[in-house]
Nanobody, 126 residues
């Protein structure tokens, strides 16, 4: 059974930083790409960042490019999202996600992922 557990969310002032973590269990973590998404109240879930199985390639939504960094530690079965220069519009529940297939290099769309964490709340005050 594949499980994803996020942590690291919280309340931070605008301009501050947070690092989210997502620990994956129940599969060989190092074989699969990973992604981060977020959902703000009243809005649809949106793509934030994705990373290949090796960590050699990453991609970001334009809204977070240059401020957020996705990384992974395959020895710890963990993917991270370092968030700097946070803005009030970054307020959302953040989810990590994993695909079913190890053939997927990176994914930008929700339907490309099959396993989701429970989410962690990030609130940025102005």
């Amino acid at each position: 059974q594949v499980q994803l557990v996020e942590s690291g969310g919280g309340l931070v002032q605008a301009g501050g930083s947070l690092r989210l973590s997502c620990v994956v269990s129940g599969r060989t973590f190092s074989r699969y790409a990973m992604g981060w998404f977020r959902q703000a109240p009243g809005k649809e879930r949106e793509f934030v960042a994705t990373i290949t199985w090796s960590g050699s390639n990453t991609d970001y939504a334009d809204s977070v490019k240059g401020r957020f960094t996705i990384s992974r530690d395959n020895a710890k079965n963990t993917v991270y999202l370092q968030m700097n220069s946070l803005k009030p519009e970054d307020t959302a529940v953040y989810y990590c996600a994993a695909p079913y297939s190890d053939a997927q290099a990176m994914g930008h769309l929700s339907f490309e992922y099959d396993y989701w964490g429970q989410g962690t709340q990030v609130t940025v005050s102005s």
